[in-house]
């Protein structure tokens, strides 16, 4: 069965840190791939997304993710935190098959100043 | 903004009782998606329909039922309300069907039952 696991739950780091929020998925195929995120009391964004070809994707605000077949992973980066990422951040395996989304628990991002 | 839209915002009832959310997607989008955010239980998808078919089941309950009418909007009606359907629904609008899409998602409906 399809899964997407985000092993941390929750996440501190500094202003002007970099990041690195962990997705592991398991899926027959190459699934398609996507990274939201959701402030609090708003609905979801999508940063970015994965389908094919390069394997490094940008996003918005500055987000990156990097899909590892060997590792089932597509891991979101970022090099520099602002304080307004402060925020909930979810993976998704989107199946071409059966037109399903599965969402990740999210990982809640604080940001400290 | 996302350009979909859900009402109400919140919705206060009580156990047993039945209540109906409103979706309406992005102007142009062929596919409605339902969710479910709990504290316990995450993200849950539970229902999309296409251009007025239902297309994906998730894990919605029997108690839950869901349509698109032909001006594409969306209702998801929950009956019977356990004081556990407490929760944030969410629609997301995507243009086509597949899974690759995109999705937008409104700003969510709060359920709370009590």
């Known amino acids: 069965a399809q899964s997407v696991t985000q092993p941390d739950i929750h996440i501190t780091v500094s202003e002007g840190a970099s990041l690195e929020l962990r997705c592991n998925y398991s899926?027959?195929?190459?699934?398609?791939l996507f990274w939201y995120v959701q402030s609090p009391g708003q609905g979801l964004q999508l940063l970015l997304k994965y389908f094919s070809g390069d394997t490094l994707v940008q996003g918005i605000k500055g987000f990156e993710a990097e899909f590892k077949r060997s590792q089932s992973s597509f891991n979101l980066r970022k090099p520099s935190v602002h304080w307004s990422d402060a925020a909930e951040y979810f993976c998704?395996?989107?199946?071409?098959?059966?037109?399903?989304?599965?969402f990740g628990t999210g990982t809640r991002l604080k940001v400290l100043a | 903004d996302s350009g979909v839209t859900q009402t109400p915002k919140h919705l206060i009832t009580a156990t047993g009782q039945r209540v109906t959310l409103r979706c309406s997607p992005r102007?142009?989008?062929?596919?409605v998606y339902w969710y479910q955010q709990s504290l316990d239980q995450g993200l849950q998808f539970l229902i999309q329909?296409?251009?007025?078919?239902?297309?994906a089941k998730g894990n919605i309950l029997e108690r839950f039922s869901a349509q698109q009418f032909p001006d594409l909007h969306s209702e998801l009606n929950l009956s019977s309300l356990e004081l556990g359907d407490s929760a944030l629904y969410f629609c997301a609008s995507s243009p086509l069907a597949g899974g690759q899409d995109t999705q937008y998602f409104g700003p969510g409906t709060r359920l709370t039952v009590l």
């Open positions: 329909y296409y251009n007025g078919e239902e297309r």
């Open positions: 899926y027959g195929a190459t699934p398609y």
């Open positions: 102007s142009g989008d062929l596919s």
């Open positions: 998704a395996v989107g199946d071409p098959g059966t037109y399903k989304y599965i």
